[in-house]
């Protein structure tokens, strides 16, 4: 009677039971471990579903096409503006042109937030220096400062790439900053007992533990970079994915609107999957040590 | 050979509370000559590892001086390898490129920082296992890398702070006799920090015992089970033998009265 489950479980419990596993466990699975398991399978259902979903309420014309255009019809109009051209320029000029401001952007900040950040972390006259500035543009809208930019560099490439660099840089300095403490005091004393100069911990010891939080904080920093892109891109733009959707929203064309964030989309995670394998590669003893 | 001296050293710091000051140690007058084995043990909280710190660098005393042969001890240097509880290597580097890293700080040629990394590896039996990386490595074999880089930039001494505190008992005693053979090799100086009676009394050429509140050295013995097992290589007799037996006691009480002591002091439960 002792090892037997109590019968009388409130239902609640039940559920927390079931969606925690509280139940024996396969091989090779340790007990009562949150979240353990595999989830692509799952995670594979639930685009089709979604899919799916997205073909049955457009085919049967539950929805109109204005508020929700069919997959074939931006299918369609990622054909048309491919080839032909989309406000004089095509997809790929679009795309190309984002690119280059996003990647322009995201260049400038590691060039730029890693030193700072890993010297606020390491220096206090430099945090002394960084850290109100940072920390008070940093939850600031792009779009609260947007005029600003405008009125101080004009409306060329400059104010864009600007914004979306704002954008990345506090992330990514921050992360930088924290990542300093990544090195232990012993890692470090032990450096300065084998003849380092401060240089050579700095840079041999302190910027290469904290290199798994800077390449978050890149992640993080790009992420960000993708979301003010339509923001920079309502700067007097006359191509740039940003500019095509804001264009196409103005004569409510839904189905280039969301064309424009599906390939924003797959740019973002594309380039989300290649930092994951660089990280894999520069950074393989991550939580390991 | 050269000898470190501490003359007359007291560490304080500030306390909690503004100006208040903590006294770490007081009047510490000690000197290590070279080639001998200085083993220090005593009650939580006595200034052992302060002890330590001071002598490798990281802290400056507040009183007296520290000296290495005539120099005056004001930073961390490669005339003095630290070994550190927790091994404290560099996980992006494999097993020999953490051995020879102090040379590649200094700007020695690879070919000759290598030779020496894979002399140094060799001796701590770890010649096998140089393109390891550190996380694939038992504690006790990152123990054996880290007294390896301690080896490296050829130290005047060097200094060990319970570097056995967190291995199995079996890695520890297999280690003791390791570091036996390695000092007897090298014939360094060496500075350790122990918690255990046992490993202290095994090792030492010199035992010293450390009170608490504040931190001075209360007793001091020359031992010579080290060379006994040098001579017999047979640790489970030397450590058997009635005299260790009796020293392990007559050093086991004096700590346990002093942590006695410093319990009814604070008022704990276990006064």
New interface residues.
Partial sequence: MLNKEPSKTSSANKISKRFFAKQSVMPGQQFGAPGQGVNKLISTVTVIILFLLWVAVTETGLIKPLFLPSPSAVFNKFVVISTVGFANSTLLEHTLTSLYRIFGAFFLACLTAIPIGILMGANRVVRGIFDPPIEFYRPLPPLAYLPLVIIWFGIGETSKILLIYLAIFAPLAISARSGVRSA?I??I?????????AT?VVL??IL?SA?PEIFTGMRIGIGVGWTTLVASEMIASTSGLGFMVLNAAEFLASDVVIMGIIVIGVFAFGFDLFMRYLERVF???KG?? | MDELNLINVGVTFPGQRPGEQVTAIEDINLTIHGGSFVVVVGASGCGKTTLLNLMAGFISPSKGEVLLGNRKITAPGPDRGVVFQKHALLPWLNVIENVEFGLDLQGFPKDKRRKIAAKNLALVGLQEFHNHAIYQLSGGMQQRVGIARALTSDPAMLLMDEPMAALDALTRETIQELLLDVWDKTNKMIFFITHSVEEALFLATKLIVMSPRPGRITHSYDLDFQSRFLRTRDARAVKSEPDFIKMRETVLSIIYGDEKALNKAQGGLHA
């Fill in positions: 232990s012993e890692q004393h032990a450096a300065y007992s084998m003849g380092a100069s050579q041999r010891v290469k290199l950074v393989p003893w390991k040590a």
